[in-house]
């Protein structure tokens, strides 16, 4: 896939669109329309093709395409008339459903129907004034989120790869609302149900993960790739035996082995998926691996640091375990977990990143 099967995505979206305002979605010139997207579809991996609308710009798959150009426009203002910020394809998707959309976005009034295989997201990120002020980041954005993550964690399984599509939407939708200025504790989950907590702890540490990198200057595409690195990092747990995972007591020294074992059954599922950033599998493995080589798994050149990935995920990751609420003791107050943090600046953790977090973090606390 590349800028031509954007540009080709674009364009043909863009006339089916105008034309199923003219014709009925049985003409033939929305029809060519309708198979020109299909066959184009077929150049993404997998057949899925998430197109969102951030800012004035559109994203394809996690990939930001600047030369849209006009019909970018067109297409943006065309989907923003519907309050849709996301269109997703997915695989099975027919020319009649895509005639069907077209008819549907083309309709002066009527909202867009359902698809099988086509999915809108309306989230509303156009909101005026910054979101900081707009209390907690509302739950409808933040539950959507969730379930992107608790859907594609369900289908992890040694026997299949893992959909990556809907982790790269979740990582821009939260990045775009950091920079737009959200306050970063707000955005942080609280742990409401136990069961949820490998979801809302997925997406604590990616947030604050991108937040820290974006703060130390990282380049975009290095913020992502963060971003999905730190939503994967634990990926390995669902891996592990429940009985053991959510065993309430204390854990046998077995038990306890067979948990540090998550790095490394994350990062060999990671390794596996294709497209997938590096980072992940690597963040997978060294999260907790401490800055001063000790930690777990060992690995073969032992005495190595951890990637600055796998630092920003073991610092953020540390973080969020340590505040989040767990049914066997309260929660920490922010300025508690970084004081704690602080003990193990040099050891545990890279101690000019952590200067950097302990900022970040005081800044949005002050902030809240
Ligand atoms: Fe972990
Ligand atoms: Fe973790």
């Not at 707000?186 to 742990?191: A, G, H, K, N, T």
């Not at 065993?247 to 390794?271: D, R, V």
Request: overall charge neutral.
């Amino acid at each position: 896939m590349n800028s031509a099967t954007f540009r080709g995505l674009i364009w043909n979206l863009v006339v089916g669109i105008s034309q199923g305002r003219l014709y009925s979605i049985d003409h033939e010139s929305v029809a060519v329309a309708a198979a020109r997207v299909l066959t184009l579809l077929g150049e993404f991996p997998e057949g899925l093709c998430s197109i969102m609308v951030v800012k004035d710009d559109l994203v394809f798959n996690n990939t930001l395409f600047r030369e849209a150009g006009i019909h970018g426009d067109k297409l943006v203002r065309l989907l923003g008339a519907k309050g849709i910020s996301r269109v997703e394809f997915r695989q099975g998707v027919s020319a009649g459903e895509i005639r069907q959309l077209f008819g549907d976005l083309a309709a002066a009034t009527a909202p867009p129907g359902r698809y099988e295989h086509i999915r809108l997201g309306r989230v509303e990120l156009g909101v005026a004034g910054p979101i900081a002020d707009a209390g907690p980041v509302d739950d409808p954005f933040h539950a959507e989120q969730l379930a992107r993550v608790q859907e594609v964690y369900g289908q992890v399984s040694p026997f299949r790869e893992l959909p990556i599509v809907g982790l790269e939407e979740v990582v821009s939708t939260f990045l775009l609302t950091l920079r737009r200025g959200a306050n970063l504790m707000r955005m942080l989950s609280p742990v409401k149900l136990y069961s949820e907590h490998t979801y809302t702890h997925a997406l604590n540490v990616s947030i604050l993960a991108m937040a820290l990198a974006e703060n130390l200057g990282f380049k975009d595409a290095s913020v992502q790739a963060i971003g999905i690195a730190a939503l994967l990092h634990d990926v390995g747990k669902l891996l592990i035996p429940k009985e053991i995972l959510h065993k309430p007591g204390k854990l046998s020294n077995e038990e306890f082995a067979t948990i540090q074992k998550h790095p490394l059954y994350g990062a060999a599922y990671l390794a596996r998926v294709e497209g997938l950033t590096p980072l992940a599998v690597l963040a997978a493995l060294e999260h907790h691996r401490k800055f001063d080589t000790s930690g777990y798994p060992v690995l073969r050149e032992n005495g190595r640091r951890q990637h600055a990935a796998s630092q920003i995920v073991a610092i953020t990751d540390f973080y969020d375990a340590l505040r989040s609420h767990r049914p066997y003791r309260r929660s920490l107050s922010t300025t508690e977990v970084l004081g704690i943090m602080q003990k193990e600046s040099g050891t545990g953790f890279n101690p000019g990143l952590l200067n950097r977090f302990t900022a970040l973090m005081m800044q949005a606390a002050a902030a809240e």
